[in-house]
């Protein structure tokens, strides 16, 4: 069964550059079946989609953190990774990664129609100087 | 932009039923999906596509879907699905969470 795990700083500097990477195993992130997403949980609070990418690189961001965030695929690497941009304290979260699986018909997936499942651990990234 | 809005709590007694809705609009003509978290745990999936359970998911949980509301059941409440639970959609393919429900089993 396929399993996420985060890695990265857990801590930036405001006006820094957050970098995590998802390492997938179980499972290939070259399936055309499923999409990589990034989600994230301010302490205390809700979840937030931050944005995810198809196993061809095809990505869609949430439109509150686009000018800021890029998600990519290293498929020799079987991981994908999130880099957001001058981080304030408002991007103190639970960053987590996910599979992200499309509803497909008669052979067309929609897009906008994505379950997360699995998840992974989560780890808490603290932008403070 | 798009909201999702959930009661922010809900309480249920052992062996009753819990009903969480989450309010949006035209949200009966999203997909809608299901998290379960429990304190400092992951989340995960316990319906998607409206009434579909994951594989090791207890035939407890079901999910619904009209009009403006999507509802979660929990048949038979055990103390082990207290929980917060945040439905999900999509809305011009931007993926939108609802602010969550803490379901208390007294």
């Known amino acids: 069964q396929v399993q996420l795990q985060e890695s990265g700083p857990g801590l930036v500097k405001p006006s820094e550059t957050l970098s995590l990477t998802c390492i997938v195993s179980?499972?290939?992130?070259?399936?055309?079946?499923?999409?990589w997403g990034w989600l994230r949980q301010p302490p205390g609070k809700g979840l937030e989609w931050i944005g995810y990418i198809s196993y061809s690189g095809y990505t869609r961001y949430n439109p509150s953190l686009k000018s800021r965030v890029t998600i990519s695929l290293d498929t020799s690497k079987n991981q994908f990774s999130l880099i957001l941009t001058s981080v304030t304290a408002a991007d103190t979260a639970v960053y987590y990664c996910?599979?992200?699986?499309?509803?497909?018909?008669?052979?067309?997936?929609?897009?906008?129609?994505?379950?997360?499942?699995?998840w992974g651990q989560g780890t808490l990234v603290t932008v403070s100087s | 932009s798009y909201e999702l809005t959930q009661p922010p709590s809900v309480s249920v007694s052992p062996g009753q039923t819990a009903s969480i809705t989450c309010s949006g609009d035209?949200?009966?003509?999203?997909?809608s999906s299901w998290y379960q978290q429990k304190p400092g745990q992951s989340p995960i999936l316990v319906i998607y596509?409206?009434?579909k359970r994951p594989s090791g998911i207890s035939e407890r949980f079901s999910g619904s879907n009209s009009g403006n509301t999507a509802t979660l059941t929990i048949s038979g409440t055990q103390a082990m699905d207290e929980a917060d639970y945040y439905c999900q959609a999509w809305d011009s393919s931007t993926g939108v969470f609802g602010s969550g429900t803490k379901v208390t089993v007294l």
């Open positions: 035209k949200l009966g003509k999203k997909y």
């Open positions: 179980g499972g290939s992130i070259r399936s055309s079946s499923y999409y």
């Open positions: 996910a599979r992200a699986t499309p509803y497909c018909s008669g052979g067309n997936c929609y897009s906008g129609s994505h379950w997360f499942d699995p």
């Open positions: 596509q409206d009434t």
